[in-house]
């Protein structure tokens, strides 16, 4: 058995506390700490996905040139930018004359900090690359390919913990959901009950002579309605959410429940970022998005289980399905399907376009779909 297997097999204990982590940046510092102790390398820092494309410096250890936190990898810039492009772990023995690489970074990496050697591994998740994984050192041939199984066997156990993550956040979502469920089904049954007596207190007053009793019957309603009001108001503050968020989470859950119990696939819908407003154009392709997702990875993938996610970040809204559960031998892992997808999923794609934004469906290497939808969310939302 080499030695980078030994490893693997013997000094898990240590890398799973990285699974184990509440946070992504707590995952990715875990890692990043656990890979220079482990290779006694000089260097080790991690990229972390904030858009489409860019992945910029988010966790380091060892790192003294104070230039490094300006660094933001993009495909085919630099040896980060060429794993992002390929996804697979890359190696180079000298970054500054290395000829697979580019130049960007050469001024920063190689002059500033030092770095000969620097090794690189893709963190992959649902929806393709999610961070880049590095270790450096200032001597030319210090690491090798312990080095790079070392940082793929880290780079699983993020990927484990960002998706135990999604996990619990998904499972918070639906207990939020529950009650929000349950405060509208009080509130619907209390007002509705409330509205009942008005009503009979207002049908026998009609038959009411005295002057006093007009009046009596008048202040019930009156009293009966400010109940209803103020019952009204403190169950929306609870929900705490402003009313077109509500109409779209109302409107995005009901259709995928709907769907959920018409095939039997659990569905799961996470939210992040913060959402000011959402224009009732980008709502109904979002919510036309994930209903196509959800159906066509039952259709095709018999999925049993499809989560949802919604993210706002960087001025940009994306929406990800992904089926958690397939039945169905994987496909070529990493591609991006562009035809063969159906009118459903090319009408989608013709409408994300008009609006500057991209439909993408693809499979990860586990053979799982994926459908991404990127719309330029801002610039929509203020016009």
Not at 67 to 72: A, L
Not at 114 to 126: E, I, Q, S, T, Y
Not at 335 to 340: F, L, P, Q
Request: charged content about 25%; some cysteine; overall charge neutral.
């Amino acid at each position: 058995m080499a030695a980078e297997e030994r490893y693997v097999m013997d000094n898990h204990a240590p890398v799973k506390a990285i699974a184990l982590q509440r946070t992504p940046a707590a995952v990715v510092q875990a890692a990043v700490d656990v890979a220079r102790d482990t290779l006694g390398s000089d260097v080790a820092f991690a990229a972390v996905g904030s858009g489409s494309t860019e992945f910029p410096i988010a966790s380091a250890k060892g790192i003294r040139d104070p230039r490094w936190s300006s660094i933001v990898v993009r495909p085919h810039t630099g040896l980060g930018g060429e794993v992002l492009a390929r996804e697979r772990p890359m190696i180079v023995a000298d970054y500054a004359t290395d000829s697979h690489i580019s130049r960007d970074f050469v001024e920063i990496v190689a002059r500033g900090e030092g770095l000969r050697a620097v090794a690189c591994v893709p963190v992959l998740g649902p929806a393709g690359v999610e961070a880049l994984l590095y270790a450096g050192a200032h001597a030319e041939g210090v690491l090798g390919h312990r080095a790079v199984a070392v940082l793929e066997q880290l780079g699983a156990f993020v990927s484990v913990g960002l998706e135990q993550i999604r996990a619990r956040e998904m499972e918070l979502e639906l207990v939020r959901l529950r009650e929000r469920e349950r405060l509208a089904n009080q509130l619907h049954d209390s007002v509705a009950q409330r509205l009942f007596t008005i009503g009979a207190v207002a049908q026998a007053s009609r038959a009411q002579v005295d002057p006093a009793g007009l009046v009596d019957a008048i202040e019930e309603i009156e009293t009966t309605a400010a109940d209803a009001r103020r019952e009204l108001r403190d169950t929306l503050l609870k929900l705490h959410r402003d009313p077109e968020n509500l109409a779209f989470d109302a409107q995005l859950d009901g259709e995928l429940r709907l769907l959920e119990k018409a095939t039997g696939c659990m569905v799961r819908v996470v939210r992040r970022g913060t959402f000011e407003r959402v224009p009732e154009h980008i709502a109904r392709l979002v919510i036309d998005t994930a209903v196509e997702g959800m159906r066509n990875a039952v259709k095709h993938g018999h999925a049993a289980f499809v989560g949802v996610e919604i993210v706002h970040t960087g001025g940009r809204l994306s929406l990800v399905v992904r089926a958690l559960g397939v039945d169905t031998p994987p496909n070529t892992p990493g591609k991006t399907s562009e035809t063969g997808t159906g009118t459903g999923i090319r009408t989608l794609r013709t409408r994300a376009e008009r609006l500057g934004g991209s439909l993408r469906l693809r499979t990860v290497s586990t053979g799982r779909a994926v459908l991404q939808l990127d719309l330029p969310y801002n610039d929509l939302a203020v016009g």
